[in-house]
């Protein structure tokens, strides 16, 4: 069973930081794909950030030159550093993973991000 646990989320001001973590159970080199969405009232999910096993990001518009994607293999986690935060940001974020084989699509339970002044 494959779990992933979101953390680091959190109440930050306009222009300010945050790191989130998805820590996944087992090995992330299972999955073919990582990445970071979320959903804010009202609104449907979105991509924000995704990284593939080969190491290759990706970045919605709105998290150029803001958030990087990155992971640590031997700690099975996956992190979004959000900076320059801005309002439009606030969010639930979710961690997702991509098995091919067997194939599944797995999801965190989210973390909120708030960025508020």
């Known amino acids: 069973q494959v779990q992933l646990v979101e953390s680091g989320g959190g109440l930050v001001q306009p222009g300010g930081s945050l790191r989130l973590s998805c820590a996944a159970s087992g090995s992330i080199f299972r999955f073919v794909l990582m990445g970071w969405y979320r959903q804010a009232p009202g609104k449907q999910r979105e991509s924000v950030a995704t990284?593939?096993?080969?190491?290759?990001?990706n970045y919605a518009d709105s998290a150029k030159g803001r958030f990087t994607i990155s992971r640590d293999t031997a700690e099975n986690t996956v992190y979004l550093q959000m900076n320059s935060l801005k309002p439009e940001d606030t969010a639930v974020y979710y961690c997702?993973?991509?098995?091919?084989?067997?194939?599944?699509?797995?999801w965190g339970q989210g973390t909120q991000v708030t960025v508020s002044s």
């Open positions: 990284i593939t096993s080969g190491g290759s990001t």
């Open positions: 997702n993973a991509i098995r091919r084989e067997p194939l599944g699509n797995y």
